[in-house]
C-alpha cells in the first residue's frame, strides 16, 4: 500500500466519524490558534513599542556635547555650555562617509492668534533640507527654501492639527499672516502632524520655523539638537561615532568632545523581555497542544481497538508491521494536521479581532503558521506512535479471531 492510499484511507476514517474527530482536534484547533495570536500579539507590540520608545528614523543618531572632567573638578563646576553650530558644521558633516544627511534644530514655544482663534503652539525650529530627510508630507503650500533659513524670513508652517483649529475648512491658509507672541508670520505651508495623539496636549498645535529665526526671535542656539541620518543601516554607530569624532575634530575642541546617544541597546532589551514573555505565554498556551496531543492518542487506541479484524485480515494478506505502523501515523498525522489547519483560520480571525479592538496591530505571520502545521503534524506522529506501534504488533490469528 502506497503513501497516497494511506493517506485516503486517514482521510476516509476521519470523515466516517465526523464528530468524533472534530472533538479530538479541537485541543489541536485551540493551540495552534492560541500560540499563532501570542506570537502575532507579540511581534505587534514588539513593534508598536519600537516605534514608540525609540525614533522613527531607523538610521538616525542623535550627536550631543560632552564636556571633558578636569582633575579636582566636582561635576556642579563643569562647564556644560555646549559650542555655537550653524549651518557650515551641518555641511561639514554631511561630508562625512556613510552620511546620508544631517539635521539641526531648536525648539520655541509661543501663543499664536488668528482671528478669534488662540492657543499655544509647539515650535521646531529647521532647516530647508530637514523635510526630505524626516519625510515630512505637505499637505499645502511649500516648505522651507534655503533662503527662507539664511534670509531669517519670517515664514511658519502649521501641522494639520492647527489647520483645522485656527482656519474654516474652506479658507486659504498660504499666504496668511498669524500673530505669534505678537509679532507677525506668513504661513507658507501646511504638513501632516508628526506629533503621535497620545503624546499630544488637548488643542495644541505644532508649527515649523527656520531655526535662524527661532534664535533670532526667542535668544536660542540655532542648533540645539543635532542627528544624523546613516546611509547603512547596518552602521549606524559606526556613522555617528565618526561624525563625532569629525565634528569635535573640526570645531577644535580642548574642554569637551561630541558623543552619540546609541539606543541600540536599549531596543534589544526592550526585544529580549517582549520575546521571554511571548515565549512564557506560549508555552502555557501550548498545554492545549499537549492535551490536545492526549486526545489524538485515545481517539486512535480506540480507532485500532474497533479496526482489529481489519488489521488482522490486512497482514493475512501480506502487510508487514512497518506497512501497519505507517498508516496508523498517516492517520494520526493527518487528523492533527487538519487541526493545525482550522486553528490558523482561528487564529486569523483572532488577529482580526484583536487589530480592530486593541491598540495593537496583530497579524499571522506566515512562517509562523507554517511550524503551526508542522508541529501540529509533529505532534500527531509523536503521539501516534503508540497506538501505530500496537496496532503493528497484533498477531493475524489474534486480531481475525477478535469479536
Not at 492639527?161 to 499666504?175: D, H, I, L
Not at 520655523?209 to 552602521?235: H, Q, W, Y
Not at 497542544?289 to 488489521?311: C, Q
Request: aromatic residues 6%; contains cysteine; proline residues 3%.
Amino acid at each position: 500500500m502506497s503513501i497516497w492510499e494511506s493517506f485516503k484511507i486517514a482521510l476516509s476514517s476521519i470523515w466516517n466519524h465526523k464528530i468524533r474527530s472534530i472533538l479530538t482536534m479541537l485541543g489541536i484547533i485551540i493551540g495552534v490558534a492560541a500560540v499563532i495570536i501570542i506570537v502575532a500579539i507579540g511581534q505587534g507590540a514588539r513593534k508598536q513599542m519600537t516605534e514608540e520608545l525609540f525614533s522613527t528614523d531607523k538610521n538616525a543618531i542623535e550627536l550631543f556635547y560632552e564636556p571633558i572632567p578636569v582633575e579636582g573638578e566636582t561635576e556642579a563646576e563643569m562647564y556644560w555650555m555646549p559650542p555655537q553650530l550653524n549651518s557650515e558644521d551641518l555641511e561639514i558633516l554631511a561630508e562625512v562617509p556613510g552620511v546620508k544627511a544631517v539635521l539641526g534644530t531648536n525648539q520655541g514655544w509661543g501663543t499664536m492668534i488668528h482671528g478669534d482663534q488662540q492657543g499655544e503652539m509647539q515650535i521646531t525650529g529647521v532647516g530647508a533640507d530637514y523635510f526630505t530627510a524626516k519625510n515630512v508630507q505637505i499637505v499645502e503650500g511649500r516648505s522651507f527654501f534655503a533662503r527662507d533659513v539664511d534670509g531669517l524670513n519670517r515664514v511658519v508652517m502649521i501641522d494639520t492639527v492647527a489647520r483645522e483649529k485656527y482656519f474654516q475648512p474652506s479658507e486659504e491658509v498660504v499666504g496668511e499672516i498669524v500673530d505669534l507672541n505678537g509679532n507677525p508670520y506668513k504661513v507658507v505651508g501646511v504638513y501632516e502632524s508628526t506629533i503621535p495623539e497620545q503624546y499630544r496636549q488637548e488643542g495644541m498645535g505644532e508649527m515649523l520655523m527656520p531655526r535662524t529665526v527661532i534664535s533670532m526671535m526667542f535668544g536660542n542656539m540655532e542648533i540645539e539638537n543635532l542627528s544624523v541620518i546613516a546611509s547603512d543601516p547596518e552602521k549606524i554607530s559606526e556613522t555617528g561615532r565618526l561624525a563625532a569624532d569629525t565634528l569635535t575634530e573640526k570645531k577644535k575642541l580642548e574642554n569637551g568632545m561630541y558623543n552619540i546617544y546609541d539606543q541600540s541597546q536599549y531596543e534589544q532589551e526592550v526585544n529580549t523581555v517582549i520575546t521571554i514573555m511571548t515565549l512564557v505565554i506560549g508555552s502555557i498556551a501550548g498545554i492545549s497542544l499537549l492535551v490536545g496531543g492526549i486526545g489524538v492518542m485515545n481517539i486512535m487506541l480506540v480507532s485500532v481497538t474497533e479496526r482489529t479484524r481489519e488489521i488482522g485480515l490486512r497482514k493475512a494478506l501480506g502487510a508487514t508491521r512497518g506497512k501497519i505502523l505507517l498508516q496508523f501515523l498517516i492517520e494520526s498525522a493527518t487528523l492533527t494536521s487538519l487541526g493545525g489547519l482550522l486553528g490558523i483560520g482561528l487564529a486569523a480571525v483572532g488577529t482580526i479581532i484583536v487589530t480592530n479592538f486593541a491598540p495593537i496591530s496583530a497579524s499571522v505571520s506566515p512562517v509562523v503558521a507554517l511550524v503551526g502545521v508542522c508541529f501540529s503534524a509533529f505532534i500527531g506522529v509523536i503521539f501516534g506512535i503508540l497506538p501505530a506501534n500496537k496496532a503493528s504488533k497484533l498477531s493475524p490469528i489474534d486480531a481475525l479471531r477478535y469479536e
